[in-house]
């Protein structure tokens, strides 16, 4: 199984900060009418809302444990792969500066989960190794990449509870 394939995707290089919504958009509507599909590419915001045509939100027992985690003084990061220009919809959701020890966000750093190299960074930044890391992630793709370089990938299905629990028991929780 291919764990890591880096792409020049437009949406893996806007996540990777090589070019803009705006330019990910453009090259997505120049392949589509390439391909002969006729398609319109959404707004980048609703006019009514002023955002994106989904939400960010917050699942509160996920945050419930980043705040027993930090409490029991467990060092704590977020590792995403991100797209620059979301982030106004998703910061003002709670401090993560204040909460995490390190955010590592794709577009900051010139690479996207599940390049191996964004893990070690984030893990060199929070002084953990990866047998004493636990990395949680919706996407399988990204927890297979952690378990291969021995992180204790734990995938988050719909139903976080079951993640939630594997990462409180790891942690001694």
Known sequence: ?????????????????????????????????????VATVLPEAPPTTGGPAFTFQLNDDMVTLIHDLKNAGIP???LTNNVKEFREWWWPL????????????????????????????TMERIGATPSRTAFL???EANVH???????????????SLGAIATARQLAGL
């Not at 995490?100 to 577009?107: A, K, R």
């Not at 990449?145 to 139903?159: F, L, Q, R, S």
């Open 1 to 37: 199984r291919v764990l890591f394939r880096s792409t020049d995707h437009q949406w893996h290089r806007v996540e990777r900060g090589e070019i803009t919504l705006a330019e990910c958009r453009a090259l997505t509507k120049e392949r589509l009418d390439a391909e002969g599909i």
């Open 137 to 139: 992630d919706d996407l």
């Open 94 to 121: 709670m401090d993560f500066e204040s909460v995490f020890d390190t955010i590592v966000d794709s577009h900051e750093v010139g690479m996207r989960k599940p390049n191996p190299a964004i893990y070690h960074l």
């Open 145 to 159: 990449a952690a378990n291969a370089i021995g992180m204790h990938g734990i995938h988050v299905t719909g139903d």
């Open 76 to 78: 704590i990061g977020i």
